[in-house]
Each structure stands twice: as structure tokens, then as C-alpha cells.
């Protein structure tokens, strides 16, 4: 059984940085990409940023210069480090791991920004 455990998340004023964490634990094999997803109430979950298995990254535009996305040397480990963050960056941000054969999903941490 995979798990996903997320950290990190919590209130922050504008200007400030943060730097989540989700490790994935179990029976997971040959993962293709990990990436972060955010969803604010009443919007649709958006990709954040990932990074596929030879290193390659992608940003959302509204993050870029501002985020960044890594794994540690095993790759079982996936970071976003957030800077220079703004009150519209509030959302419950959750980790993706996608495998050969299925994704998986963290539980989701909570990032606050306030003004």
C-alpha cells in the first residue's frame, strides 16, 4: 500500500516562504513524475508544479521565479519551496506521484498567505 504524507503547510504573512514536503512510503515502483497541485474554495484543483523522472520541471506561470520544486536522492521525497509568497497562493496544496500504472494523492496541507 502506497501513502503520501504531506508537511510543511501553515499561515505565513505576504513576502514570506514556506517549504512543503510529501514522502511517499510502500509498495512503489518505477514512479514516471511527482508534482504539486493547489485548490482554493471555489476553484478548480490546478497543477502547481512537477518534475519528471530525468529532472525536467514545469511551473504554472502565476509561481515561476517564486517556487520551486525538487526530490531527494532517492526520489521518494518531493519538496516545493515557496517564496515570496502572496496572499493568492492560499489553498490546500497536495502532492501527486504518478507511477506506470496509477497515480496516487496526498492527504493535502493547508497554506495560508495573509495580506
Known amino acids: 500500500q502506497v501513502q503520501l504524507v504531506e508537511s510543511g503547510g501553515g499561515l505565513v504573512q505576504a513576502g514570506g516562504s514556506l517549504r512543503l514536503s510529501c514522502a511517499a512510503s510502500?509498495?512503489?515502483?518505477?514512479?514516471?513524475?511527482m508534482g504539486w497541485y493547489r485548490q482554493a474554495p471555489g476553484k478548480q484543483r490546478e497543477l502547481v508544479a512537477s518534475i519528471n523522472n530525468g529532472g525536467t520541471t514545469n511551473y504554472l506561470d502565476s509561481v515561476k521565479g517564486r517556487f520551486t520544486i525538487s526530490t531527494d536522492n532517492g526520489k521518494r521525497t518531493v519538496y516545493l519551496a515557496m517564496n515570496s509568497l502572496k496572499p493568492e497562493d492560499t489553498a490546500v496544496y497536495y502532492c501527486?506521484?504518478?507511477?506506470?500504472?496509477?497515480?496516487?494523492w496526498g492527504q493535502g496541507t493547508q497554506v495560508t498567505v495573509s495580506s
Open positions: 510502500g509498495s512503489l515502483f518505477s514512479i514516471r513524475a
Open positions: 501527486k506521484v504518478e507511477s506506470t500504472s496509477r497515480s496516487y
